[in-house]
């Protein structure tokens, strides 16, 4: 039952077609990785024809496994040029799941200025003209949107940013409440859906059933202990729910590993304003929802409801890379500034994380003061508004840096990097400096008992073991992108030995296969050989594996460290 | 005696008195421990999953000067390996990896 979906832009058809051979196995990261890999020129332009987005729901995806619903969405990247995997929570997962859609490939490029939204259904599919949704962020596109397709289906929807093919540009799926707060952020990956003429995606799930399982007493019994694993962990059932991931400020802060005023100290004196112990009071005080899930099957649920000062809605819960970005990074200590600015890069269409440090690096070229909301928000705006500067801006980190003759911008391979400082965070820097995605915290943030194979303690300030700690936790990271799990499962998989066995009976289950816990690394360990091909082939070879070099020269207060993992050590992180 | 300061993360806030928004003071005899700290505040080591002194992993019960800072975090808060940074907490009873 399960198909691709190939959808031609140029000449605007939609058909179905069987799985290849090349792709069985795969889902979510894996197969993006691997459609991109077989199909895209890797010498190609992002924004030509040529390249191609792929959108995958993972392994997992609609059954009745906790947290299985996130999406996969892929190609080569504007923003680095590299290969490109960025995935969301939101509804899109599991409605493609039931509909048997493993993957959609987008390809071709329509007539220029033409815009369409691609309608999906039981077994149809159709590119509709969408002239009425043009130059419309992602909330109004939502609403218009809703007026003709309703409110049982789920949505996908690029802002002006992607309209515009900015490098910052984020790809938005709609949550329960079909609000667009939830993005594929990283690399620019909706300036690639702009670039095809593709507005929108509407799946309507009606029709549609759960995936069939080759084993369902078996599956049923796995899952039952997975969720259970993840309702036991102190973490997924205490502290994401009740704080949100913002809940790190204060714990990344105390290490004096936070980076401030763009990466130039590691301790925030304004980190106790934004932090998740704030974020959960005024939430309550305000008669928000401190509890609330991106996607439904999620029972951690990080993600609540920010209410403004009136009690009325304004975003969803920043989560900790973005009050990070805009926070510490910028100097700014108001979370309901924060928040705000979440809610405008949600409706442009804007990765948080590249915008923040885009911003600080406009404050250290002077366009706007550190600190200043106000300016912070006026710059924004020109986004949203497309100006000159504002076009600059939305095309990240080190464009505007180049543009403002800045020397310290913190990016590798064109992607900023996110709230942990790599001086103080090693193994973290270590994994921005070698994945295959540009800098990037997800990329080696998860990890399992039974997979990492690092033992005892590795000081986060000395070079010793960070190479082996983040080719593990890469690998580990690959496989569960490769299922559609919520990455935060890893704190149960890491604690709770039973927790990767449910995950990979669960697969066993679904396929008739006969994986072992020693196949979950080899997994990953294979997606990521596919990724590090193709951006061998588009030109990327170990010397791009650097971070800047102010890293290694400005040492970061309060430990006043530098980063000194050699140059060699890096080179043998994703050797396998 | 001298002072440390300490900085409480979480549900920490909610079982020890007399801070404000999560930091305090803490009068101590010269040469404390930090499990002695701990005793002060009345908090089970099993309760602080999570430990930095000046920001660094402790790896024993170790003297406190005047002027430290104790970073006290509950095992709601344990994002240890998540984040590629170990700051377990060696005095804990239980063993680490199994809450």
Do not use: N, Q
């Given at each position: 039952m399960f198909k691709i979906l190939r959808v031609d832009m140029a000449g605007q058809k939609a058909v179905f077609e069987d799985i290849p051979e090349a792709y069985q196995g795969l889902g979510g990261r894996g197969l993006t990785s691997a459609v991109v890999a077989a199909?895209?020129?890797?010498?190609?332009?992002?924004?030509?024809?040529?390249n191609k987005l792929v959108l995958a729901p993972g392994l997992l995806a609609a059954t009745n496994c906790a947290n299985s619903g996130r999406i996969s969405v892929g190609g080569k990247s504007p923003l680095t040029g590299t290969i490109k995997e960025a995935n969301s929570g939101g509804q899109l997962g599991q409605y493609l799941g039931r509909l048997g859609i493993q993957a959609i490939i987008v390809e071709g490029q329509p007539p220029a200025g033409k815009l369409f939204k691609l309608v999906i259904g039981k077994d149809k599919a159709e590119l509709v003209d969408a002239k009425e949704l043009k130059g419309l962020g992602n909330y109004d596109s939502v609403a218009k949107l809703k007026e003709t397709h309703g409110d049982k289906v789920g949505y996908c929807t690029i802002g002006q940013a992607g309209e515009w093919k900015l490098a910052a540009a984020s790809v938005a799926f709609t949550d329960m409440e079909l609000r667009p707060t939830r993005h594929a952020g990283r690399g620019g990956l909706g300036a690639l859906m702009g670039s095809k003429g593709l507005k929108a995606i509407v799946v309507d799930p009606s029709g549609g059933e759960m995936a069939p399982l080759k084993d369902a007493e078996a599956f049923k019994d796995a899952a039952k202990r997975f969720a259970k694993a993840l309702t036991d962990h102190p973490v997924t059932s205490g502290g994401l729910p009740t704080?949100?991931?913002?809940?790190?400020i204060n714990i990344i802060n105390e290490a004096g590993a936070l980076p401030t005023r763009n990466f130039s100290r590691g301790r925030f004196e304004g980190a106790e304003k934004v932090g998740g112990e704030t974020l959960n009071e005024i939430t309550v005080k305000r008669g928000g929802n401190p509890t609330h899930g991106c996607m439904s099957g999620c029972i951690i649920r990080c993600s609540g409801i920010f209410l403004g000062p009136d009690g009325a809605y304004v975003s969803k819960w920043p989560e900790y890379e973005t009050v990070w970005a805009w926070g510490p990074n910028c100097e700014i200590d108001d979370l309901d500034a924060i928040a705000r600015i979440d809610r405008m890069c949600d409706d442009f269409g804007l990765d948080t994380i590249e915008m923040g440090c885009a911003m600080a690096v406009a404050m250290e070229g002077g366009l706007v003061e550190f600190g200043d909301v106000r300016g912070a928000e006026r710059l924004l705006m020109e986004v949203g508004t497309g100006t000159p500067a504002g076009r600059i801006l939305g095309s990240g980190t080190a464009a505007i840096g180049e543009v403002l003759g800045v020397s310290r911008i913190p990016v590798v391979k064109g992607q900023s990097l996110p709230a942990y400082d790599p001086r103080a965070v090693k193994g973290m820097g270590v994994t921005y400096a070698t994945s295959t995605m540009g800098a990037?915290?997800?990329?080696?943030y998860a990890t399992g008992a039974n997979i990492m194979k690092v033992g005892g303690y590795v000081d986060p300030?000395?070079?010793?073991?960070q190479v082996e700690l983040s080719r593990n936790l890469q690998a580990a990271t690959a496989a569960v992108d490769t299922a559609g799990l919520c990455l935060f499962v890893a704190f149960p998989v890491l604690d709770i030995p039973d927790a990767l066995v449910a995950i990979v009976d669960m697969l066993n289950a679904k396929y008739g296969l006969s994986l072992t816990t020693d196949d979950v690394g080899a997994l990953g360990q294979r997606v990521l050989n596919i990724e590090k091909d193709f951006n061998l082939r588009a030109?990327?070879?170990?010397?791009?594996d650097r971070l800047p070099d102010f890293f290694r020269r400005e040492a970061l207060p309060p430990h006043n460290v530098v980063f000194d993992v050699s140059d060699e050590e890096l080179d043998t992180t994703l050797k396998f | 005696m001298m002072e440390i300061t300490i900085k409480l993360g979480g549900p920490l806030r909610k079982k020890v008195q007399g801070h404000e928004r999560g930091e305090m003071t803490l009068s101590l005899p010269e040469g404390a421990l930090i499990s002695e700290a701990l005793t002060r505040l009345e908090l089970e080591p099993d309760e602080v999953r999570v430990v930095m002194k000046n920001g660094l992993a402790i790896h024993a019960d170790e003297p406190l000067a005047p002027g430290d800072r104790l970073g006290l975090f509950p095992r709601e808060l344990a994002y240890n390996t998540m984040t590629a940074i170990s700051f377990f907490n060696p005095l804990a009873r239980k063993k680490q990896t199994q809450d």
């Open positions: 199909e895209v020129d890797p010498t190609c332009h992002p924004l030509s024809p040529v704080y949100g991931t913002d809940v790190l990037d915290h997800t990329a080696g300030l000395k070079p010793e073991g030109g990327f070879s170990a010397g791009a | -």
